[in-house]
């Protein structure tokens, strides 16, 4: 997976959260930093502990110190190849499963229109 910056991140105040918070559409832009192929997206979360004495908190980013939280993959139905400076854009949208609000749907909307590919899907995953 090529390496890539990001645009976006999703911040939730635990303190304020009300019921349906836990829902939220992330909108994102990933800019390629070489030519390679794309398998997978990953995704993961910071927490800082704000209310504290100290300020704390951790990252289960891959660039991070390990924890015993890991990243979520999520694998792609089609591998897309991708060249320097190509961007791919879409959202992500996360929702606690109707019939079990402990599993997570998530749906991922992309799009890539570049020299090599050009694609645009929407793909959906639950988490247990």
């Known amino acids: 997976m090529p ?3 990001t645009t976006r991140s999703n911040t939730m105040d635990i ?5 349906g918070d836990a829902s939220f559409t992330a909108p994102f832009k990933l800019i390629a930093e070489r030519d390679d192929y794309i398998h997978a997206f990953v ?3 910071d927490v ?3 209310k504290c004495h100290k300020l704390m908190g951790f ?3 891959p660039r991070s110190r390990a924890t015993h939280w890991k990243q979520t993959v999520l694998y792609l139905e089609d591998v897309l190849t991708i060249c320097k400076g190509e961007t791919i854009i879409g959202s992500m949208t996360v929702a606690p499963n109707k019939k079990n609000p402990r599993d997570v749907d998530i749906m991922v909307k992309y799009s890539l229109s570049g020299r090599r590919c050009v694609v645009s899907r929407v793909q959906f ?4």
């Open 3 to 5: 390496s890539t910056k």
């Open 48 to 50: 800082s502990f704000t």
């Open 15 to 19: 303190s304020k959260m009300v019921l």
């Open 125 to 128: 995953y639950k988490m247990r």
């Open 43 to 45: 995704a993961y979360f």
């Open 59 to 61: 990252s289960t980013g």
